[in-house]
């Protein structure tokens, strides 16, 4: 079984941990004035990648 040989100390586990951070979300705004998460369908107008969907 896996097991530490020694303990980590606080700093390289903090160290470790710095890429664990949470990212809000980039609302994208459209052509027509709406706001839409990006990848998603305009739920206002139903297009999406500037087509009719």
Same mark, same amino acid.
């Given at each position: 079984?896996?097991?530490?040989?020694?303990?980590?100390?606080?700093?390289?586990?903090?160290?470790?941990?710095?890429?664990?951070?949470?990212?809000?979300? =980039?609302?994208?705004?459209?052509?027509?004035?709406?706001?839409?998460?990006?990848?998603? =369908?305009?739920?206002?107008?139903?297009?999406?990648?500037?087509?009719?969907?």
């Amino acid at each position: 079984m896996a097991v530490p040989k020694r303990r980590v100390s606080k700093t390289r586990a903090a160290k470790r941990r710095t890429h664990y951070k949470v990212t809000l979300p =980039m609302p994208v705004k459209d052509s027509d004035g709406t706001w839409r998460m990006p990848h998603h =369908m305009n739920l206002t107008t139903g297009e999406y990648n500037n087509k009719q969907a």
